[in-house]
């Protein structure tokens, strides 16, 4: 109770200094600037909760600490799918009046990040293997990446449409609409909600797939309906924020060594502790940068994230946990 | 007095494992209040009876049932509350205290949203019945060899099934955990549960079971009682060896 | 596959989730028109290249986010009503002279909330533009409109024609692009034969071409030139290999300023006809980069370099 209570207050600070933070200063600050703000924060708070409870999901399902959406394949994939509906929808202006932009993306993402999870759950059999889950994963993301590549080199003389597509890449959430949020909204939450339900049956899944089975876990529906959260979590995610790694690799585990492996606290604890660590990069994002504009917050995710996966790692190794 | 009817049955039951059949024709039946011992030598086939009588291994021809109805038809936490499984080995990590474990043992009971009443009642009775309740709090992967099949027998207890299926709970344990493992197990049967238990050693075996299974290369090679199943012919067809009646180590089991 | 309860349950969680999300994603088109109060002629809706409708009115705090139309608002003597133009369009443009009355110049990727504080009454975007800035923009209160991407003389013309209607300037916007039109087709020389060219730059070793669909296409055919890369199939802008080139065997070759001497020095070059015989028209690289009426310009370059060949 006392890490979700230090959560809430970590979010509640982050979100106060996001809505104080931007080129506008407080004073000159009017209602539309301020909805403005709200919307950003919004979307840093459902992406943050998204990732985090994501990885979550993900780390229960393989049973692997390291398994997160951006360190699997599964954020490359969804973010291949926006891209295709962001080319899409300015290439092809016609797909809008099929879906509007704001649900294109999100569906585009969705299947994006089921495809790569369906190839990482296709081959990586052995679900204990973390070594095989955590390769594979490489590989996706670079299949993804390499495809997203080749998307932005058909964007070559379309200089804004580059822009667009590199943007979205190094991440950001400073595109987001009132629409976009409101999209992603009934998605957060009811993938958060479900997630939480399965909380107790990735408990016993921590058993391994067979103990699992014998103790009446139908691992069978399991995985497929993680699988689907797990995809929808992502997608919203990268669709708000585009290229944002590691927030699902590092929450979850910091959380884990306090609160231990019980999985309905943990996803509680990560959707308020990843809105919160999103939230806060999103300021330093914001204020760190000399000058007028903004690091893309994906850089800054990877900085503090890339050190984290190497020491973790290193830890676990030693521990003989890996 | 009237043996009880059989609560599992197993007719002629074939299973495949990786493309190769690794159980051919068994037929078998248990009932409650009784110890059947598995016995063969190593890729015999008794741990992958042992997980097809859980449900857990499809079966290629054949069918296990249990109170008549085909274990593959029930849903897994019907299954769980019928039939309990306790592996050789646990692939648990750590972060889990031991009633965490043995709370793993009620999902089958508990609802979508809250536990059932008798969660915790049930999870202290299992406790109690491995005499075990004093290691509640202590980290799973800090326990002894011994302690940890004893947590995972009452993770068994907990789902309330009334048959056990045990697979090797005593290998890679010394001579004192091995017997009070056996010691309970015999308790469990006297209490009314439906023992299926896999084991190595055929000391053990004389004087753990009612029934024994000796299994050879997947088929059933001699099924009865210990005196008719462990004999010098037998053992000699299965193991390649020769049973010399009083050589090597005998120990008694107290209160079997 | 037996479905279950639980199936059941995240199946109809899962549509429920989806229908919500489509509930508030779903916008109807509207008409965003200028602020109430304005003065000046009823307003009649003009349609953005997104689909929306803009009323057409007095607007005078216009933000340009296209650098492609800014040359025509200052050639229309609208720059007085800019706002804020791109830094590019301040400083290489065509026009970039007349629009250095502009009072804001915003650089590459502005933040929202720069454009929000300037309290502009009308916002200019390019087709290639992120349709969800174009939408927050809207959330804002701002009338947002897409002139388009300009990737031809026509789609110049268009786009000019549509801003002047929407700024209530129809019938100087047509008048402005039939003229930059009559304009291109007589920039060629019809003394001159018809020979066959195609552009390419070089950058980092690779050949970039620029063909059909492009403002290179239009600078070849308004020079009198035919462009052999689109004969032979090619559109838009490709990624050539020297075989490709000699399979198209262009008599001249269109380049920026100083690419000449390194087309000329690669292997092979000698099997292209326009290479081996040095017809080769060099255009300043800012004016071959000009889009919008500024094409204009390129054109006469260009028509000047292939009065100058060999």
């Known amino acids: ?217 139908d691992t069978v529906a399991m995985m497929r309906w993680a699988l689907v959260w797990t995809a929808v979590l992502a997608a919203a995610a990268v669709t708000l924020g585009g290229g944002i790694g590691f927030v699902g690799l590092i929450v979850p585990n910091v959380l884990r060594a306090y609160l231990g492996p019980g999985h309905r606290q943990l996803i509680v604890a990560c959707a308020l502790g990843g809105a919160a660590f999103l939230t806060a990069a999103d300021v330093c994002a914001r204020v760190l940068h000399p000058g007028p504009g903004e690091i893309p917050l994906g850089a800054i995710t990877s900085l503090v994230g890339a050190p984290f996966f190497i020491w973790f790692f290193t830890r676990e190794r030693a521990a003989g946990r890996l | 007095m009237n043996a009880p009817g059989p609560v599992l049955t197993i007719e002629a039951l074939s299973v495949v494992r990786a493309g190769r059949e690794v159980l051919h024709g068994i037929s078998l039946s248990l009932r409650a209040g009784q110890v059947q011992v598995l016995i063969g030598p190593n890729g015999s086939g008794k741990s992958s009876l042992a997980m097809a009588a859980c449900g857990l291994l499809p079966p290629a021809a054949g069918a296990v049932t249990v109170g008549g109805v085909a274990i593959t038809r029930l849903a897994p936490r019907m299954r769980a509350r019928l039939v309990a499984y306790v592996p050789q080995r646990s692939e648990l990590g750590s972060g889990l205290s031991v009633e965490q474990v043995v709370a793993m043992g009620r999902f089958a009971h508990d609802g979508a949203w809250g536990r059932d009443a008798s969660h915790h009642q049930a999870i202290r009775e299992a406790l109690m019945q491995v005499d075990a309740l004093e290691l509640a709090r202590r ?86 009682s210990p005196q008719e199943v462990i004999s010098p012919g037998n053992v000699r067809s299965a193991y390649g060896v020769t049973l010399l009646p009083g050589a090597g180590y005998g120990y008694a089991l107290d209160g079997c | 596959m037996p479905v279950t309860r639980s199936d059941w349950a995240n199946a109809g969680a899962l549509l429920g ?106 916002v200019l975007v390019s087709g290639a533009s992120d349709p969800l800035r174009s939408a927050q923009l809207r959330a804002a209160g701002m009338t947002v409109f897409n002139c388009g991407t300009e990737r031809t003389a026509a789609d110049a013309a268009q786009a000019l024609r549509q801003v002047a209607a929407l700024l209530g300037a129809g019938a100087l916007g047509e008048e402005l692009a039939s003229r930059f039109l009559s304009r291109l087709d007589r920039v060629r020389d019809p003394r001159l034969p018809p020979l066959c060219a195609c552009y390419v730059a070089i950058y980092g070793g690779e050949l970039l071409g620029g063909t059909a669909g492009t403002t290179y296409h239009d600078l070849l055919i308004a020079a009198g030139l035919s462009d052999a890369a689109a004969l032979h199939g090619w559109r838009d802008w490709p990624t050539y290999h020297l075989e490709d080139l000699v399979a198209m065997g262009p008599q001249v070759i269109l380049t920026a300023t100083g690419m000449g001497a390194t087309l000329r020095a690669l292997p092979g070059a000698g099997r292209i006809p326009a290479l081996a015989a040095k017809r080769i028209i060099e255009v300043d690289p800012e004016l071959l980069s000009l889009t919008g009426i500024g094409e204009l310009e390129a054109a006469e370059a260009v028509a000047a370099g292939r009065r100058q060949l060999p």
């Open chain 2, 139 to 224: 980290p799973f992967t800090e326990l002894s060899g011994g302690e940890t099949q004893r947590v995972l027998i009452a993770r068994a207890l907990a789902t309330s099934a009334s048959i056990l299926i045990l697979d090797e709970p005593s290998s890679a344990l010394d001579v004192a955990h091995r017997l009070g493992i056996l010691r309970l197990l015999r308790r469990l049967a006297g209490a009314g549960k439906a023992v299926l238990v896999a084991l190595h050693d055929l000391t053990e075996a004389t004087q753990l079971a009612d029934q024994v299974v000796l299994l050879h290369a997947g088929r059933i090679l001699a099924q009865g």
């Open chain 3, 17 to 122: 989730a989806c229908l919500l999300a489509l509930a508030c994603g779903w916008t109807r088109a509207g008409t965003a028109g200028p602020a109430a109060g304005a003065s000046g002629p009823a307003a009649s809706p003009v349609r953005s290249a997104d689909g929306s409708w803009v009323a057409s009115g007095p607007y005078r705090r216009i933000i340009s986010l296209d650098p492609a139309i800014d040359d025509a608002l200052a050639e229309m003597g609208m720059a007085t009503r800019l706002l804020a133009v791109s830094s590019w369009s301040y400083a290489h443009g065509s026009r970039a002279r007349l629009l250095h009355q502009v009072p804001h110049q915003l650089p590459p990727g502005a933040a929202l909330e720069d454009l929000l504080a300037l309290h502009g009454d009308l």
């Open chain 1, 1 to 217: 109770m006392r890490m979700i209570l230090g959560a809430s207050l970590l979010l509640a600070v982050a979100a106060a200094a996001s809505l104080m933070t931007g080129p506008v200063g407080w004073s000159d600050l009017d209602h539309q600037l301020l909805l403005l703000r709200l919307v950003r924060l919004l979307a840093g708070i459902l992406a943050g909760a998204a990732l985090a409870v994501a990885g979550v999901l993900m780390q229960g399902l393989f049973r692997n600490p390291l398994a997160s959406p951006s360190v699997t394949g599964v954020s490359a994939g969804a973010a291949l799918g926006v891209e295709l509906a962001l080319m899409g929808s300015v290439l092809m202006p016609g797909l809008l009046t099929i879906l509007p932009a704001a649900c294109l993306r999100p569906a585009a993402g969705c299947a994006g990040a089921a495809l790569a999870l369906g190839c990482l759950l296709a081959v990586a059999r052995r679900r204990g293997d973390i070594t095989s889950v955590v390769l594979l994963g490489m590989v996706l993301s670079m299949l993804f990446s390499a495809l997203g590549a080749y998307l932005l080199s058909l964007a070559n003389d379309r200089w804004e449409l580059g822009r667009i597509l590199v943007t979205f890449t190094l991440g950001g959430i400073d595109t987001a609409t009132g629409r976009s949020v409101a999209v992603a909204t009934p998605l957060v939450a009811v993938a958060l909600g479900a997630s939480w339900c399965w909380g107790r049956t990735l408990d016993v899944a921590l058993s391994g797939e067979r103990e699992a089975a014998s103790l009446g876990v």
